[in-house]
């Protein structure tokens, strides 16, 4: 059975819970015997312009301090997201990442401009045979995932199995999460302008006069929809199975790795950081929770979500850890430790 630490603090004061995440961070350390590896990036969420929930910079000091004076270098990584946004390429996330207060170590997008770098890892489970990760990831023995918990439209609530699969995904993987793969061309809002049919490397797209995407050539790369100037490419968001691709991306993610996981239990919104506006928490916040298992994390943190408060998307949540349970991914059995 895995161990879950948990902090709990029912205030949304920065300092304080940056300083309880990092005596989490000790904690599991010693705790747990916990190897640590020279260099060690911060998976985070920078949060989409004009998003107000997401985990404040401020929050990742007392790790950022914990992690220099051990000398262990390290800097905050993300990827780039499918949608069009302010996140969709890496000089514009960069910029808002800055602008939203990550200024304290250098920003690594992990798949490149434009989602372009990919690292394959091969899982053999029952949606995919392999991941297609950001493709710094490579580099990387040990990542501290640390993770906003809160809800998302298609996914339900969690913290660390949505931040390991969407968020170590590159475009591409991300799109093979949402989707039927191939995306659909908008007839009326095309302007013709081609940059589409430039970007794609498999010839998949025509003018005819309007853009045109041949499905048989398509390998879902979701490049297309990053160049477009006027949005006029689209994916399928719904897809099928969504939450069990979502487990089986998380499990790639962490396959062979040593990560060690954090989730901020506060401002959890029904919907996620992605999305560019306010929106009002729907519970109390809880507190800070760290485990060496991101399965038992994410179940210890929907128990305690349900066991005090109430919301009908929990179990949507749960399917996730369903799916984790089926392909022997993690523990959903844990001792939770209170400090
Ligand atoms: S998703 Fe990629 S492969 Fe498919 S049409 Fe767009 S650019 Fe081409
Ligand atoms: S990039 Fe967009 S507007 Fe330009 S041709 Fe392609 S679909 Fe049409």
Sequence with gaps: MKKVYFKRYEENDSETLSKIARELLELIVEQENVTLEKNIPIKVHFGEKGNKTFVPARCYD???????????????IETNVLYRGERTTKENHITLAKDHGFTRLPIII?????????????????????????????????????????????????????????????????????????????????????????KCDVSAIQLTPK??????????????????????IRNDWGGLNFREKVTEYAYGAQL????IYISFMMNITKECDCMGQEMKPIAKHFGVLASMDPVALDTACIDLLQ?????????????SLTHAKHINFGSSEYILEMI
């Design 307 to 319: 066991k005090e408060s109430h919301h009908d998307l929990f179990e949507i949540g749960r399917e």
């Design 256 to 259: 062979d790795k040593n990560h």
């Design 110 to 198: 992990a798949d490149g401009e434009i989602g372009e770098d990919v690292h394959d890892v091969v899982i053999n489970q029952e949606y995919f045979t392999s991941v297609k990760l950001g493709g710094a990831f490579k580099d990387y023995n040990q990542v501290l995932v640390m993770s906003h918990f809160k809800g998302h439209g298609l996914a339900g609530f969690g913290g660390a199995i949505k931040q390991l699969a969407m968020g170590f995904a590159s475009r591409s993987g991300k799109m093979a999460q949402h989707s039927r793969m191939v995306p659909t061309v908008s007839e009326h809002k095309c302007i013709e302008c081609g940059l589409c049919v430039k």
């Design 62 to 76: 007392g790790v950022i301090d914990y992690l220099e004076e051990q000398h262990i270098e390290t800097s905050f």
């Design 211 to 232: 853009a045109q995407i041949n499905s048989e050539l398509c390998v879902g790369c979701a490049g297309c929809i990053a160049v477009c100037p006027v949005g006029a």
